[in-house]
T-cell receptor
Framework: GQNIDQPTEMTATEGAIVQINCTYQ??????LFWYQQHAGEAPTFLSY????GLEEKGRFSSFLSRSKGYSYLLLKELQMKDSASYLC????????????FGAGTRLAVHP | GAVVSQHPSWVICKSGTSVKIECRSL??????MFWYRQFPKQSLMLMAT?????????EQGVEKDKFLINHASLTLSTLTVTSAHPEDSSFYIC??????????FGSGTRLTVV
């Protein structure tokens, strides 16, 4: 089966750095995605990793280790608007390139 | 960038009636669209994969006869919730894979069955 785990909730302080972890066990691997989602809205694409290593995009970075089935999303210089759910999603092997989502991590940023 | 237009944004219907949700890919052709359901404070659960010109592939536990999916063209997929009941109230969202940005999501449909 497919299993993607991430913490349910996290809190952090404005201006700080937070790391959201994701571990996965899937039938094959075609890439890992991170999305941001505010309540009642569609997910917004943040990052994509298919090879091991760190991908940096401004205040957001994402890391992947395929051998460990592990990824993290790093958010720097946190802002209040970063309060949202962060979804880890994996594209397993097989047809149609579907995405399987983890349960999501609700991040609350406090002043 | 790629855009997926989803309608309606919200709908309230009476128990026992059917509701149709549309997703259209703008400026690109989507041979495959994905339909998700999301309950409050939970993540997106894949319901089915919609393929243009063929039958949809449903995830385990999803009732095919209740959630009818039609992918009539390369730019349009529809999800019909038949004989809706209050437990079907949820946030339904579609997604299409494009070659540039990866997966593009519709804006979602909030369904409330009363």
């Amino acid at each position: 089966g497919q299993n993607i785990d991430q913490p349910t909730e996290m809190t952090a302080t404005e201006g700080a750095i937070v790391q959201i972890n994701c571990t996965y066990q899937t039938s094959g691997f075609n890439g890992l995605f991170w999305y941001q989602q505010h309540a009642g809205e569609a997910p917004t694409f943040l990052s994509y990793n298919v090879l091991d290593g760190l991908e940096e995009k401004g205040r957001f970075s994402s890391f992947l280790s395929r051998s460990k089935g592990y990824s993290y999303l790093l958010l720097k210089e946190l802002q209040m608007k970063d309060s949202a759910s962060y979804l880890c999603a994996v594209s397993p092997s097989g047809g149609y390139n579907k995405l399987i989502f983890g349960a999501g991590t609700r991040l609350a940023v406090h002043p | 960038g790629a855009v997926v237009s989803q309608h309606p944004s919200w709908v309230i219907c009476k128990s026992g009636t059917s509701v149709k949700i549309e997703c259209r890919s703008l400026d690109f052709q989507a041979t495959t669209m994905f339909w998700y359901r999301q309950f409050p404070k939970q993540s997106l659960m894949l319901m089915a994969t919609s393929n243009e010109g063929s039958k949809a592939t449903y995830e385990q536990g999803v009732e095919k006869d209740k959630f009818l999916i039609n992918h009539a063209s390369l730019t349009l997929s529809t999800l019909t919730v038949t004989s809706a009941h209050p437990e079907d109230s949820s946030f339904y969202i579609c997604s299409a894979r494009d070659r540039t940005t990866g997966y593009t999501f519709g804006s979602g449909t909030r369904l409330t069955v009363v």
